[in-house]
């Protein structure tokens, strides 16, 4: 359990930080987080003779997940390294424990020591954590940067969003880039498992058929739509759906700009 040089402990850091970001990157159980960074930390700073956190309970700390002999149960706020962090809310660097007055001494091979303060995306104090080693001057600012960095990462950042940012849509912008490309349709968003997608149209397309119904809205223009049952003529704002399995051929005189709602694994040069 010797002291590692700057060089060796920032290694050792980083490979702790990177394991931890993997393990919990999808974890949000506040004792799944302390357990784990308390095992991967130890596992990785050699020096790590005692691990834990001490939970912010009813006004005083008691002892959480941890890993080394037994804990003090209960530490007063302003009490030993772990409640004078609780109270001061900052970092406590102790060199040597036994001259950091009113130092609590849970196991008397303990000589120096860390304490970090734990706070949530709120910035109310959860938790203190511990770290204890066997050797003196174990701890400097290394350990105070990584640590606080690491805690704030997984408790204060709060877990990121999944949702997608709310987007507005504008036809005329979608029109100007669709410009004169006929039956060329362009995605533009995705609804689930369908697609909305734009298309400007002139002149005859194939006959076809799909294998998923779809919906046909005019922006601008007229659009013809020739089916096995007969034809549907569609002007700007109407619309119409074809199911799926009927054959059909869509036909416009002019440029028209037309929108189709349809299922992603629909192909717009049809199924058949």
């Excluded at 970001?21 to 095992?39: F, P, R, W, Y």
């Excluded at 409640?83 to 036994?98: M, N």
């Excluded at 490309?181 to 997608?197: A, E, G, M, Q």
Aim: charged share 30%; net charge positive.
């Amino acid at each position: 359990m010797k002291n590692l040089n700057h060089k060796q402990k920032i290694k050792a850091y980083e490979k702790a930080v990177k394991e931890l970001g993997s393990l919990l990157k999808d974890e949000s159980h506040q004792v799944l987080k302390m357990a784990t960074i308390n095992c991967v930390l130890k596992d990785n700073l050699t020096y790590y003779f005692w691990t834990g956190f001490y939970i912010v309970e009813n006004g005083e700390l008691i002892v959480g997940p941890y890993q080394g002999i037994l804990g003090c149960l209960h530490i007063a706020f302003g009490k030993g390294v772990c409640g004078t962090a609780a109270k001061t809310k900052e970092t406590q660097i102790v060199p040597d424990v036994h001259k950091f007055p009113g130092h609590i001494a849970c196991d008397s091979r303990s000589k120096s020591e860390i304490v970090v303060p734990v706070f949530d995306k709120n910035k109310n104090l959860i938790a203190v954590f511990d770290v204890d080693s066997t050797e003196k001057n174990s701890f400097d600012e290394i350990d105070k940067t990584y640590l606080e960095k690491l805690l704030y990462t997984h408790f204060a950042a709060g877990k990121k969003s999944r949702l997608k940012p709310i987007k507005k849509y504008n036809l005329s912008e979608v029109d100007n880039k669709l410009g004169n490309i006929f039956w060329s349709p362009v995605d533009v968003c995705d609804i689930n498992d369908w697609v909305l997608r734009a298309a400007a149209v002139k002149g005859d397309f194939h006959w076809h058929t799909h294998n998923d119904d779809e919906f046909f809205l005019i922006h601008k223009g007229t659009l013809r739509i020739d089916t096995e049952k007969g034809p549907i003529e569609l002007k700007e704002n109407e619309g119409t759906v074809i199911t799926k399995g009927i054959k059909h051929k869509p036909f416009a005189k002019d440029r028209t700009v037309v929108l189709l709602l349809e299922p992603k694994r629909l192909d717009t040069k049809g199924d058949k």
